[in-house]
């Protein structure tokens, strides 16, 4: 596995197109996927390969001057539990912290209501953060938003 820090707007956007469309259990609204194409051209973007490959990508986007927000990541299936998704993670918190930011959030459904979630609630979890608040109507009332937190 081979973790590359990507700047280039219309590959960021290739692969964020290619892996959000191969897990259409997390992102199946078109309108949220099509946005998270969209936005990911001037983000801090990052993208795991096997070989040359693409399994898994994620981004990041300022929140407050002092805060930066996992904004989205997702990786295939097949390689979920073989620390792709760890790897992306550690290279974005260490350009977060060279960046200058002092915290990390991340927003996801509200363990307990989807299996699926629950799975990316662990995985957030294990990575340290923690709970700070969840907000029952933020995206609306069947996908609770709980946004996690951790100082860098």
């Keep these: 596995m081979n973790i590359k820090k990507i700047t280039d707007a219309k ?19 078109p309108e949220s996927r099509e946005a998270y194409i969209r936005e990911s051209t001037d983000k801090l973007f990052f993208a795991a390969y096997d070989a040359e490959k693409v399994t898994g990508f994620l981004y990041l986007k300022e929140t407050g001057k002092a805060t930066a927000e996992l904004a989205v ?8 539990r073989c620390g792709t998704g760890r790897a992306l993670f550690e290279c974005a918190k260490a350009a977060a912290k060279e960046a200058g930011y ?50 860098l």
């Design 102 to 151: 002092s915290f990390m959030q991340v927003k996801t459904v509200r363990m307990g209501v989807y299996e699926d979630y629950d799975r990316t609630n662990r995985f957030y979890q294990a990575l340290g953060f923690q709970e700070f608040e969840v907000f029952p109507a933020l995206w609306d009332e069947a996908n609770p938003c709980q946004i996690y937190v951790m100082a």
């Design 11 to 29: 590959e960021k956007q290739r692969i964020t197109r290619t892996i959000l469309e191969a897990l259409p259990e997390w992102f199946e609204v």
């Design 73 to 80: 990541m997702g990786v295939l299936k097949e390689y979920h």
